[in-house]
């Protein structure tokens, strides 16, 4: 009776300015605003803050989508944080830290007010107890390869080390040595990823299997946390809400008292509820209205480059994909300015290539794939398909939220157009399109990353041979031998030469085609402060401040 009379107010407000009347599902969501400014339950202390998708999980060594990182960020701290404007390493759990000459040792020395939300001691044994299940196979985590870096690791995981072998280890309580196999430049930027976050053992015991990948520890009354703030709530398809944690670092009084996340795949939805002061940040903003937002500096836009590439992918052992000659064909056929231009972006974001420039220092200047419409159809006669004649059925294969259908749609007509051929557009929820990725159940596939650290390799490395990510199912020795020897490299120079050699050997073989390089793009409200741009979308909510005089 409650949720139903605040809906009716809502449905109300909307079509009198004009709105068209939302679904249910996104009025359930939108609901919560309402009763909160109609009921004071704190609306002036809450950060409320779009995702694009549900969570598929609130587990750190589980995760892998942008949606669930959002959230732990706030739930979880590692060894060091980032500075928002720099990216550069700050204390977290660790509040100081030594480096050995030759950079392979690490000594972390651990703050003495680390606390977990049920108030035990943060201890460095957390963090070994984190790498042990992250490295083990059974939980077969997507993020393992993070810790590859780490003496052994990898053999461990692979069964060819015992444990003790591994480069991490806990020297006491407040002390944690972890050894690496190689020189990493961006091993802080990766300390501050969820993967690496300690994990309170006893918690996850008590729920089920240590390495079960249906434990379902991670869960409101369930889950043991070391951020600045605890899970309280998780409403499938409506909301997750936590709330400051009372033993973080003897009290916090900066910040949002709650922060709440609402999963809205629907992106003018979202929009209206930001419009409706429902929302204070959104996750997205439609390509349609881009260009009338940056006209208006009240709008609340923030627009910046961010770290990540968008690209089809190819699944190369399904036929006729599994010929280069197609795939380059494909690729070609694709008039990149004409797609930027559709979804309102920037021609410079035009991607011929993976890596975004400047990734850690890095810039790719080797042969990239542009628009060709003449070689595109003569690729495709060398394959066998002259003006398609004869070309197998293929469908491209995406999820529901963002502008994936408007691309289809677009590279669909492009193909048609220049080779001659139809292909099938599928649409899939989030979970569903996950699990067909994983699969291999499609010919092609909505791809993209946003880099986890700043680093050539968080892009490069999903396509080895062996990488749990690297849907393609593409393989190439060269190319695993040139990340192999960028690894082993100690001069930064030939590292990148390295690096060079594998990028070129992927955009020759074409197991994805790329299409444009990401930008973040959020609406804040003009009551937040402390909402700081940068490459890698990272935030910490604790440094966020709400203007109550500003409520929408």
């Given at each position: 009776m409650e949720i139903g009379g605040c809906l009716c107010r809502l449905k109300r407000r909307f079509l009198s300015a004009g709105w068209l009347f939302l679904p249910i599902g996104c009025l359930l969501l939108l609901a919560s605003g309402c009763k909160g400014r109609s009921e004071g339950d704190g609306i002036a202390t809450t950060l409320r803050v779009g995702i694009a998708v549900e969570p598929n999980t609130l587990d750190p060594q589980r995760m892998i989508d942008f949606s669930p990182i959002f959230v732990a960020r706030g739930l979880f701290e590692g060894l060091v944080i980032l500075d928002e404007n720099t990216?550069?390493?700050?204390?977290?759990?660790?509040?100081?830290?030594?480096?050995?000459?030759?950079?392979?040792?690490?000594?972390?020395?651990?703050r003495a007010d680390g606390r977990w939300s049920n108030g035990q001691t943060v201890v460095a044994e957390?963090?070994?107890?984190?790498?042990?299940?992250?490295?083990?196979?059974?939980?077969?985590?997507?993020?393992?390869?993070?810790?590859?870096?780490?003496?052994?690791?990898?053999?461990?995981?692979?069964?060819?080390?015992?444990?003790?072998?591994?480069?991490?280890?806990?020297?006491?309580?407040?002390?944690?040595?972890?050894?690496?196999?190689?020189?990493?430049?961006?091993?802080?930027?990766?300390?501050?990823?969820?993967?690496?976050?300690?994990?309170?053992?006893?918690?996850?015991?008590?729920?089920g299997g240590w390495e079960r990948w249906d434990n379902d520890w991670a869960r409101p009354g369930k889950l043991v946390s070391n951020g600045p703030y605890r899970l309280v709530e998780w409403r499938i398809g409506d909301r997750v809400v936590m709330e400051k944690n009372p033993f973080y670092r003897?009290?916090?009084?900066?910040?949002?008292?709650?922060?709440?996340?609402?999963?809205?795949?629907?992106?003018?939805?979202?929009?209206?509820a930001f419009v409706g002061g429902e929302l204070d940040v959104t996750s997205t903003v439609p390509a349609d209205i881009l260009d009338a937002l940056r006209d208006k500096p009240e709008s609340g836009l923030q627009e910046t480059e961010a770290l990540g590439s968008f690209y089809y992918l190819c699944n190369c052992t399904r036929p006729p994909l599994d010929n280069i000659h197609v795939r380059r064909a494909l690729a070609l056929a694709i008039d990149r300015k004409k797609l930027c231009q559709l979804l309102h972006r920037d021609g410079r974001f035009?991607?011929?290539?993976?890596?975004?420039?400047?990734?850690?220092?890095?810039?790719?200047?080797?042969?990239?794939?542009?628009?060709?419409?003449?070689?595109a159809r003569q690729e495709l006669a060398i394959a066998g398909y002259p003006n398609g004649v004869g070309l197998p059925p293929m469908g491209i294969t995406f999820n529901t939220s963002g502008q994936h259908r408007l691309i289809a749609q677009a590279v669909q007509e492009m193909w048609r157009d220049v080779l001659g051929i139809a292909v099938e557009l599928n649409c899939e929820d989030w979970k569903?399109?996950?699990?067909?990725?994983?699969?291999?159940?499609?010919?092609?596939?909505?791809?993209?990353?946003?880099?986890?650290?700043?680093?050539?390799?968080?892009?490069?490395?999903?396509?080895?041979?062996?990488?749990?990510?690297?849907?393609?199912?593409?393989q190439d020795g060269n190319f695993d031998q040139s990340m192999l020897a960028a690894e082993m490299a100690r001069d930064?120079?030939?590292?990148?030469?390295?690096?060079?050699?594998?990028?070129?050997?992927?955009?020759?073989a074409m197991p994805i085609i790329p299409l444009y390089f990401e930008t973040h793009k959020h609406r804040v409200a003009r009551r937040v402060h402390g909402w700081q741009p940068n490459l890698l979308d990272y935030h910490l909510y604790q440094n966020v401040r709400l203007d109550s005089e500003k409520l929408p």
């Open positions: 990216l550069e390493p700050l204390p977290g759990v660790a509040d100081r830290w030594e480096i050995s000459p030759n950079g392979l040792v690490y000594r972390f020395h651990l957390d963090f070994v107890q984190a790498a042990q299940r992250i490295l083990s196979p059974g939980l077969a985590s997507p993020t393992v390869d993070l810790y590859y870096g780490v003496a052994n690791a990898r053999a461990f995981y692979e069964g060819h080390v015992p444990w003790e072998k591994v480069g991490i280890r806990a020297l006491s309580d407040d002390f944690l040595e972890i050894t690496l196999e190689r020189p990493m430049p961006y091993f802080f930027s990766l300390l501050a990823h969820p993967a690496w976050s300690p994990i309170l053992r006893s918690c996850i015991e008590a729920c003897n009290g916090m009084e900066a910040g949002p008292e709650r922060v709440v996340f609402f999963p809205i795949a629907n992106q003018q939805t979202e929009q209206n035009v991607a011929g290539h993976l890596v975004p420039r400047g990734t850690g220092g890095y810039v790719y200047d080797g042969k990239e794939v542009l628009w060709d419409p003449k070689m569903s399109f996950l699990f067909t990725r994983r699969s291999g159940n499609f010919f092609i596939a909505r791809g993209g990353w946003m880099g986890d650290y700043n680093d050539p390799t968080t892009f490069l490395g999903l396509f080895c041979g062996d990488a749990p990510n690297n849907f393609s199912r593409w930064g120079e030939e590292r990148l030469g390295h690096i060079a050699a594998a990028e070129e050997c992927l955009i020759g």
